[in-house]
Structures are given as C-alpha cells and as structure tokens.
T-cell receptor, first 116, second 115 residues
Framework: GAVVSQHPSWVICKSGTSVKIECRSLDFQATTMFWYRQFPKQSLMLMATSNEGSKATYEQGVEKDKFLINHASLTLSTLTVTSAHPEDSSFYIC????????????FGEGSRLTVL | AQKVTQAQTEISVVEKEDVTLDCVYETRDTTYYLFWYKQPPSGELVFLIRRNSFDEQNEISGRYSWNFQKSTSSFNFTITASQVVDSAVYFCALSGNTGGFKTIFGAGTRLFVKA
C-alpha cells in the first residue's frame, strides 16, 4: 500500500512552453501532498504544500505564478511549470502523507524536466 | 526553525566495511519524526526508517541500524558489511507538528562502496 505515482517520468520541452506534472496516490486518499525540487547533487527543497480543495501554500522564494499547483481531488495533485525556461530544468518530486499525523511521506518516482 | 545537518558530504568505503552516516537535527517541536531515505542513481527515494520523538529505541534491520539520541539531537545510520549496492545518496529528514509536518531534508551524504 501507500503508493504514489508521478507522471511523466521525464519531459523535454522548449523554452516558453508550459509543462504539467501529475502526482497520484494510488491506494489511499491524500488530503495533503508536497512538491519538492532537487537540483543535481543537491538536497530536496520543499516548494509547496498542496491541500485538497484549497490553495497551495508556497515556501518562501517560490514563485506562485511560475509553479501552479492544483489539488483537485484526494488522489491527484498537479504541478504546472508555466513559461518554462532552462533554469527551471530540475528533478521534481511529489509526496503524499498516508496517515495525517505521522508525518511519514511516500514519494513519487520523480519527474525530470529539461527545458531547451 | 527546523534544521537537519548531514556534515558528511561524501564517504567512500571498501566493500564489507562498516560505515556510519551522521545526522544532527534542530527543532523546537515536542512531537517530531525523523527519517532516513535512500536515493540510488536512478533517482527515486526509498524510505528506510521512521522514528518518532518519543521512541529512542535503537533499531536494527538486517545490515542497517539506527541510533537515536535525543540528548545530542542525533539520528545516525550505520550500514554493516557494506555492499556495492549500498552506493547511493542518503538523506536524513525531519518532520514536526508545529510545521504542519512539513518534511525538511538534510543535504545528503553520498556513499560510494567500492568492490
């Protein structure tokens, strides 16, 4: 149980286009999902907390208009990188909390975005 | 504020050696969780262990063991008889109640196990 699936695994796009990444909890309902970004050889940086039915909470320094997060259902959160530029190239990882109060996260496989 | 420090950036060992990865954390939360995750070259994050702040018992799982010391705010991870397949980046992470259980990660320790 507690499987989180992320799609696509990798995507290459042209500068200026928008890219959507999906994060699904396959066998449980996740009221809260988290989006992380990881640059090569660096740690995971929390970008935002995605709450089902409400607006996402962004970490300081993360551009809300650049990284649009939607959590339309209890099993799906999406991250849209708008007007992508090469500096947005990164590994994006989503996670979901299975049990509300344990803090334990289950991670998706990650999505590697390359913007040309 | 919460913080996780993994002072060891890279460690290189020869197969069958034991290796300990250090993790020191800072938090003001009374209820918190500590985690270790493994990230192999393929990129996915593999959950290894969770420990809550009220449980200081050490844990052993096969070749892996964890030492949680609240007095020193440390949660160290030891791999016994390391294998080449253990080569990966290992992240220590912290999640606390006042932060809405947001999980923050340490910088990670890259472990190389040579045959």
């Amino acid at each position: 149980g507690a499987v989180v699936s992320q799609h696509p695994s990798w995507v290459i796009c042209k500068s200026g286009t928008s890219v959507k990444i999906e994060c699904r909890s396959l066998d449980f309902q996740a009221t809260t999902m988290f989006w992380y970004r990881q640059f090569p050889k660096q740690s995971l940086m929390l970008m935002a907390t995605s709450n089902e039915g409400s607006k996402a909470t962004y970490e300081q320094g993360v551009e809300k208009d650049k990284f649009l997060i939607n959590h339309a259902s209890l099993t799906l959160s999406t991250l849209t990188v708008t007007s992508a530029h090469p500096e947005d190239s990164s590994f994006y990882i989503c996670s979901a909390r299975w049990q509300p109060n344990t803090g334990e996260l289950f991670f998706g496989e990650g999505s590697r975005l390359t913007v040309l | 504020a919460q913080k996780v420090t993994q002072a060891q950036t890279e460690i290189s060992v020869v197969e069958k050696e034991d290796v300990t990865l250090d993790c020191v954390y800072e938090t003001r939360d009374t209820t918190y969780y500590l985690f270790w995750y493994k990230q192999p070259p393929s990129g996915e994050l593999v959950f290894l262990i969770r420990r809550n702040s009220f449980d200081e018992q050490n844990e052993i799982s096969g070749r892996y063991s964890w030492n949680f010391q609240k007095s020193t705010s440390s949660f160290n991870f030891t791999i016994t008889a390391s294998q080449v397949v253990d080569s990966a980046v290992y992240f220590c992470a912290l999640s606390g109640n006042t932060g809405g259980f947001k999980t923050i990660f340490g910088a990670g320790t890259r472990l190389f196990v040579k045959a």
